[in-house]
């Protein structure tokens, strides 16, 4: 049995959303022709109370598309230290619109309202104009962490205040809400624009969305056509991520339980010094000194349990819609084998 707890972009469609797929009826979406491109968009949009939506190839490009739209060079982007946006997406708000970042050190992954006032740039010729902030939820390198919906609402005061925009990379937002129970449209309302992946925890197998008002996401047609992501008959992939945002949402809350599982075994184990809070789907474990992440990764491999390094000690696993209760008892036993 081979166990893929590396990321949960590895999920391959189900047999039901195949059947979706295969029955979409489809356009040509740069026309804006694709009738199951236009739904999905619909759909994603009245779920949160946002007017408008774009789907997009990757949620790195509705990011990066998000970050264009709302500076310009010269201006700054404020973010934390380990956000996918500033690690994980090639040095794109440099190349892709020119900007400056001022990063925070937040609590795994989380910033405040006043760590951020307090790096707001004044008026002054010689300073970047602090023009956008991106929160992260939830927070991937903080292991699978998620914003208390108080201190969301701060901030957005805060950004109002001080007219910066405010976006959120909510590549994992779905994670955070079944814990939460926070509502779709609260996040709608304060966001200016949002990012939800389709291709992470919900399963589909490519695409994310892009939510905003009407001049923010007609703007945002725009970068995505000179980003190269003006997708044709879109709609096969498009019908997947509205089969995923009908079905794949509530049952995130197994992932999370198969998490917790696994958190508290490892936790247990003599070669394991520390285990992150496990909040979602997320597991990070920090090896005892003797034990090097790459040696444990590929130990692992050899009895068919994959997942992934992520520093010099850390390891990380993720849950999610292709993963079993048997799989997860087998994980188990090989990290119980191991020492
Ligand atoms: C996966 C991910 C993205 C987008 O990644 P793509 O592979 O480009 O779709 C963005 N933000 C976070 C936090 C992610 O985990």
């Known amino acids: 049995m081979i166990v893929d707890l590396r990321s949960d972009t590895v999920t391959k469609p189900t047999p039901e959303m195949l059947d979706a797929m295969f029955s979409a009826k489809v356009g040509d979406d740069v026309y804006e022709e694709d009738e199951s491109v236009n739904a999905l968009e619909r759909k994603a949009a009245d779920m949160f109370g ?17 970050i264009k739209c709302h500076t310009a060079p010269m201006d700054e982007v404020i973010c934390d230290e380990s956000a996918h946006i500033y ?4 040095g794109g708000i440099a190349f892709n619109s020119g900007a400056s970042v001022k990063l925070l050190y937040g609590d795994r992954g989380r910033l405040t309202a006043d760590m951020i006032e307090k790096v707001i740039n004044p008026d002054d010729v010689c300073m970047p104009h602090s023009k956008l902030i991106v929160l992260e939820n939830t927070c991937n390198r903080g292991g699978g962490s998620y914003y208390d919906l108080d201190e969301i609402e701060s901030i957005y005061h805060l950004a109002r205040l001080k007219n910066c925009n405010l976006h959120l990379d909510g590549a994992r937002l779905f994670n955070a809400l079944v814990e939460t129970g926070d509502s779709m449209e609260q996040y709608g309302h304060f966001f200016d624009t949002i990012s939800i992946c389709l291709s ?12 905003g008002d009407i001049k923010t996401i007609r703007q945002a047609r725009r970068f995505r056509k000179v980003f190269g992501g ?38 247990a184990l003599p070669y394991v010094d520390k285990l992150l809070p496990v909040d979602t789907n997320i597991v990070i474990i920090k090896l005892q000194d003797e034990i090097n992440a790459d040696v444990y990764v590929e130990r692992m491999r050899d009895n068919g349990i994959l997942c992934s390094r992520f520093g ?13 209760p048997e799989m997860i008892e087998h994980t188990i036993s090989v ?5």
Request: glycine content about 8%; proline content about 2%.
């Open 335 to 339: 990290c119980k084998k191991l020492h």
């Open 312 to 324: 010099d000690q850390l390891v990380r696993f993720v849950t999610h819609l292709d993963v079993n």
């Open 87 to 90: 690690r994980y997406e090639t």
């Open 230 to 267: 003006g997708m044709r008959q879109a709609g096969f992939l498009a019908a997947a991520g509205s089969y995923a945002l009908d079905h794949h949402i509530e049952r995130l809350k197994t992932d999370h339980l198969h998490a917790r599982i696994l958190g508290e075994t490892l936790e």
């Open 50 to 66: 946002m007017d408008d939506a774009l789907f997009c190839p990757s949620g790195t490009m509705t990011n990066q598309i998000a």
């Open 200 to 211: 992470k925890g919900l399963g589909a197998p490519v695409g994310s969305v892009l939510l």
